[in-house]
């Protein structure tokens, strides 16, 4: 299925609430996304996402919607040729192979934009679909942190899944 990565912008709040409430995407998100998610959620976010430059958080676009997020974050001090990866897809698009593509696409924009080497991601142990999604879009698994995470009243595995820049 054809999508874009672009800018969030004030008029996504509705498809944002309408794809981003729903405890399936939630129950394998930090807390820092929240359930129900609603209005002033979305217009929190798109501040939030919109403030840097360059804008290294972007909405998946699907037919002028945006029905999912993603995004790269540079780390600093000692872990300062890292960036981490975050996103997340509304569960109508679930299994299409946008979110594989659009990792691929926020790395090549990573490496391309900073001055980086590797790019990880920490996927729940529970969290299958994520962890197929980095293994399709070139992630190898580095490290297993067995109950490392406290989420919905329950330990669950954390997975650091990283890719590292190609030696030219």
Avoid: C
């Avoid at 944002?16 to 209005?39: G, R, S, W």
């Avoid at 067995?146 to 990283?162: H, T």
């Amino acid at each position: 299925m054809d999508f874009l990565l672009r800018p969030w912008h004030i008029n996504d709040v509705q498809s944002l609430v309408q794809n981003a409430n729903n405890f399936n995407i939630a129950k394998v998100m930090t807390d820092m996304f929240p359930h129900p998610y609603n209005e002033q959620d979305a217009r929190n976010f798109i501040a939030m996402a919109t403030k840097d430059d360059p804008v290294h958080i972007f909405a998946i676009d699907v037919d002028g919607r945006a029905v999912g997020g993603i995004g790269i974050h540079p780390q600093w001090d000692v872990n300062r040729k890292n960036a981490k990866l975050g996103y997340w897809l509304g569960e109508e698009y679930w299994g299409l192979g946008i979110i594989t593509n659009a990792v691929k696409q926020i790395v090549d924009f990573a490496f391309g934009t900073y001055d980086i080497t590797r790019v990880y991601a920490r996927p729940f142990g529970n969290n299958i679909a994520s962890q197929k999604v980095l293994q399709k879009a070139g992630f190898t698994l580095e490290a297993k942190i067995e109950k490392g995470i406290f989420k919905n009243n329950e330990f669950v595995d954390e997975l650091i899944y990283a890719v590292r820049r190609k030696a030219v």
